[in-house]
C-alpha cells in the first residue's frame, strides 16, 4: 500500500520545508510514504528547496497554470508513480499533517473513495465572520448540487483512493475543491468527511485574492459543474420559469376574449407567445445538452476502464 502525499505550489520556498518536515513518514496500514511536490511554474527556488528537504518526487510544470491544473497534473503522476492512495494539502502549512492517518481511515476500511479533511470553521480566529458565512453558505450549496454530506467543501486538504482518482476530471482552472466534490457526488462516489486541525496562518490566501471575486468564481464553478451533469433539470427549471407566465399570460387573454374584453390586449398575447416560445426552446436545449452530457458520461466510463485496464497490466508486469 503506498501513499503519495501531493503539495501543488506556487512560489512557496518560505512555508515549504515547515509544511515537508511535518509530513508523517510512517503510518499505521501504508507501507510506503511518499511525498511529491509539484511546482506550478515557481519564479522562486520552490523546486530546489523541496529537493533538499527530501522529496521524494518533483513535478514541475513549465509556467504557472493555476491551482486546478497543478492538481490534476499531481494526481496524474502520482497514479503514474503507482499510488494507491493519493493525500492533497497545501504548500503553505495550513492544514496539520498529524492528521494525515485520520484522513485516510475511511479508505483504509473501504468506507469511502475520497475524504474530505472538515476544519473548525467556527473556531479558526483568522477567519472572518463574512468569511465563515460564505463558507457555510458554498458548503450548503455544494451539498444540494452534488447531493452529499460533505461540510467543509473549500477544504483542500483531502485524499482520494486510487479508484477515484483515476475517475475524477477537473476541467476548471480555478481551482478543484467544489468541482471534485461536486463531480464524485454525481458519480456516486463514497464520501466522507473527518475532523481535521489547522495551523496558525503563514501567510495571506492566493486563492481568494477578495471576497466578492471569490464568491463571483464559486458560483460560476458550481453551475457550470452541475449544468455539465444535469443539463436537463437546469434547463427544464428555467424553461418552466419562462414557460408558466407566459401560459399564464395566454390563459388571461383566453379569457377576456370569451367575454368580449380581448380587444386591446394583444401586448399580452405578443408577450405570452415570446414567453412560452423561449421556455419550449429552453426545453429542446436541455434534451440536446443531456444528451450530449450522457455521451459523456460513457467517454469518462470508457477512458477510466481502459485506465484500470492499462493500470492492471502494468502492475502485473512490474
Not at 468506507?111 to 458565512?133: L, N
Amino acid at each position: 500500500m503506498k501513499l503519495i502525499v501531493q503539495i501543488p505550489c506556487f512560489n512557496e520556498e518560505a512555508t515549504l520545508p515547515e509544511t515537508l518536515a511535518a509530513i508523517p513518514r510512517a503510518i499505521e496500514g501504508v507501507d510506503q510514504v511518499e511525498i511529491m511536490v509539484i511546482d506550478d511554474g515557481s519564479g522562486d527556488e520552490t523546486s530546489r528547496v523541496a529537493r533538499r528537504s527530501g522529496t521524494d518526487h518533483v513535478l514541475r510544470l513549465p509556467r504557472n497554470q493555476g491551482l486546478a491544473r497543478a492538481f490534476s497534473a499531481g494526481i496524474e503522476h502520482a497514479l503514474g508513480l503507482g499510488a494507491d492512495i493519493i493525500v492533497n494539502t497545501d504548500a503553505d502549512n495550513q492544514y496539520c499533517a498529524d492528521d494525515i492517518p485520520a484522513l485516510i481511515a475511511p479508505i483504509l476500511l473501504g468506507e469511502a473513495d475520497i475524504v474530505i479533511g472538515e476544519r473548525p470553521i467556527e473556531s479558526i480566529e483568522h477567519f472572518s465572520p463574512i468569511k465563515k458565512v460564505l463558507q457555510r453558505l458554498g458548503s450548503a450549496a455544494v451539498r444540494f448540487f452534488s447531493q452529499t454530506e460533505v461540510r467543509d467543501a473549500p477544504s483542500g486538504f483531502r485524499a482520494f483512493s486510487r479508484r477515484a482518482a483515476m475517475r475524477l476530471n477537473v476541467f476548471n482552472e480555478y481551482t478543484y475543491t467544489l468541482e471534485t466534490v461536486i463531480q464524485a457526488g454525481q458519480k456516486h462516489m463514497a464520501i466522507a468527511s473527518v475532523p481535521i486541525r489547522v495551523n496558525n496562518p503563514t501567510r495571506e490566501s492566493r486563492l481568494v485574492r477578495n471576497i466578492p471575486d471569490y464568491v463571483r468564481r464559486s458560483i460560476a464553478t458550481i453551475l457550470r459543474v452541475f449544468i455539465v451533469y444535469r443539463p436537463l433539470r437546469f434547463f427544464s427549471l428555467l424553461s418552466a420559469l419562462t414557460f408558466l407566465p407566459g401560459f399564464i399570460l395566454g390563459l388571461r387573454f383566453f379569457y377576456y376574449f370569451v367575454i368580449g374584453q380581448g380587444q386591446g390586449k394583444i401586448q399580452s398575447v405578443v408577450l405570452a407567445a415570446f414567453l412560452m416560445g423561449l421556455g419550449f426552446l429552453l426545453l429542446v436545449i436541455g434534451i440536446v445538452t443531456d444528451l450530449i452530457s450522457v455521451n459523456r458520461k460513457l467517454l469518462e466510463q470508457a477512458n477510466a476502464r481502459l485506465f484500470e485496464i492499462e493500470d492492471r497490466i502494468n502492475r502485473l508486469t512490474r
